[in-house]
């Protein structure tokens, strides 16, 4: 099993710039997340998903959106990017969501918003 | 106050050093406290978790919860470089439905040789 993988590595956006982070898990996972990382600031919750077609917001929401057309994929779009989105962006799955369920990271991908 | 307070370090220490690393929280309704280890450039990776208060031992590594004073620890025995790394608390409740995890701003854990 490949896991949990997310394109790009890395990507330079011009201010106002759109894209889409791309994540997808191999390991049939009901439960998907979209965290971002700040230096220094631990992860905050974006978006998540305990399954197709059903997605919620977190704790940091704004400027995002999410779609969960399948099991196995869960991308993170972003409009109209801002310095402020600038951080490390990770995907994660976990089997139930509850309690200890363990959460399985994606390498991540660092975005630049200049 | 936040909800989870983790101190940053960085926090340097000798190979074979005993290490503590550690956070505090607010919320009493927490259940389930985890420690995620994160290699640089790197997504975090569950380390250890225990359910409610007492210890849990795995190898080189014990976690200990004490929900009295709401302070979780992680202990490492025996330090490796290998252990460099940023170590993160999350913590999460119990509901019927989707629980959140709620992290801690990670300690940075260098081990020097």
């Known amino acids: 099993n490949a896991g949990v993988t997310q394109t790009p590595k890395f990507r330079i956006l011009k201010i106002g710039q759109s894209m889409t982070l791309q994540c997808t898990q191999d390991m049939n996972h009901n439960y998907m997340y979209w965290y971002r990382q700040d230096p220094g600031m631990g992860l905050k919750l974006i978006y998540y998903s305990v399954g197709a077609g059903i997605t919620d917001k977190g704790e940091v929401p704004n400027g995002y959106n999410v779609s969960r057309s399948t099991t196995e994929d869960f991308p993170l779009r972003l409009e109209l990017a801002a310095p402020s989105q600038t951080s490390v962006y990770f995907c994660?799955?976990?089997?139930?969501?509850?309690?200890?369920?363990?959460?399985?990271f994606g390498p991540g991908t660092r975005l630049t918003v200049l | 106050q936040k909800e989870v307070e983790q101190d940053p370090g960085p926090l340097s220490v000798p190979e074979g050093a005993i290490v503590s690393l550690n956070c505090t929280y607010s919320n009493s309704a927490f259940q389930y406290f985890m420690w995620y280890r994160q290699y640089s450039r790197k997504g975090p990776e569950l380390l250890m978790y225990?359910?409610?208060?007492g210890n849990k031992e795995d190898g080189r590594f014990t976690a200990q919860v004490d929900k009295s004073s709401k302070y979780i620890s992680l202990f490492i025995r025996d330090s490796q470089p290998s252990d460099s790394a940023t170590y993160l608390c999350a913590m999460t409740w119990i509901t019927s439905g989707n629980t959140p995890l709620v992290f801690g701003k990670g300690t940075r854990l260098s081990v020097i040789a």
């Open positions: 994660a799955s976990s089997p139930k969501g509850q309690g200890a369920d363990t959460q399985y």
């Open positions: 225990t359910y409610s208060s």
